[in-house]
């Protein structure tokens, strides 16, 4: 049982460039939610989604784009890469029952330049 | 809006000691509380939540916390710190529209 699964972990940009991080979960679960990681300011949330092709903005929803097309997959896009989008990103799901907690992948570093 | 906030960006206890980790939440409707533990370079783990019902809540690796309502926190414990305990420590709080938001994080030290 893999949990959630981020691919890459690691990726280096030149600025403009275009990006995908990939979070697959096998938990079934109808939650899912992308943060970034930053020195100081704990996790802030990007994007989240409530199903299969719902998304939401969270607070920090700015330069990013996501999807949901299937239920265990959720893609963050970043058209236009910036030095301040580098961070480390964490995906997460969790059921919709409430009280429940949410499960994390091991996080993508990711560094513009 | 709902919001959490963890009051000390870094807390040092000599072993031993009590852990006292700070959290107040902020929230429009009954909110359920996490508390995450982040060790270096992986990613988050649950160490306990409050759903409902009694709200002194016991966790993994001899942590607690206790809900208090009027006080709007959800504070963490731990009776006597090990070294094993360093790690950033983190408040989540799940309330309405299935957001789940966390504070900024409290970085544990822990020193012989």
């Known amino acids: 049982n893999a949990g959630v699964t981020q691919t890459p972990k690691f990726r280096v940009l030149k600025t403009g460039q275009s990006m995908t991080l990939l979070c697959a979960q096998d938990?079934?679960?109808?939650?899912m939610y992308w943060y970034r990681q930053d020195p100081g300011m704990g996790l802030r949330l990007i994007h989240y989604?409530?199903?299969?092709?719902?998304?939401a903005k969270g607070e920090v929803p700015d330069g990013y784009n996501v999807s949901r097309l299937k239920k265990q997959n959720f893609l963050l896009g970043l058209e236009s890469a910036a030095p301040s989008q580098t961070s480390v990103y964490f995906c997460?799901?969790?059921?919709?029952?409430?009280?429940?907690?949410?499960?994390f992948g091991q996080g993508t570093r990711l560094t513009v330049v | 809006a709902q919001s959490v906030t963890q009051l000390g960006s870094h807390v040092s206890v000599s072993e031993g000691a009590l852990v006292l980790l700070r959290c107040n939440y902020s929230?429009?409707?009954?909110?359920?509380l996490f508390w995450y533990v982040q060790y270096p370079n992986q990613g988050l783990q649950l160490l306990l939540k409050?759903?409902?019902?009694?709200?002194l809540v016991k966790g993994i690796n001899g942590f607690e916390a206790e809900f208090k309502k009027s006080e709007t926190s959800f504070h963490l414990t731990k009776p006597s710190a090990h070294m094993s305990d360093a790690a950033e420590y983190f408040c989540?709080?799940?309330?309405?529209?299935?957001?789940?938001?966390f504070g900024a994080g409290t970085r544990l030290a822990v020193h012989p």
């Open positions: 997460a799901s969790r059921s919709y029952r409430e009280g429940t907690e949410a499960f």
């Open positions: 938990m079934n679960h109808e939650y």
């Open positions: 989604s409530v199903g299969e092709g719902t998304t």
């Open positions: 929230s429009s409707v009954p909110p359920y």
């Open positions: 409050y759903t409902t019902g009694a709200t």
């Open positions: 989540a709080s799940a309330g309405g529209y299935n957001k789940l938001i």
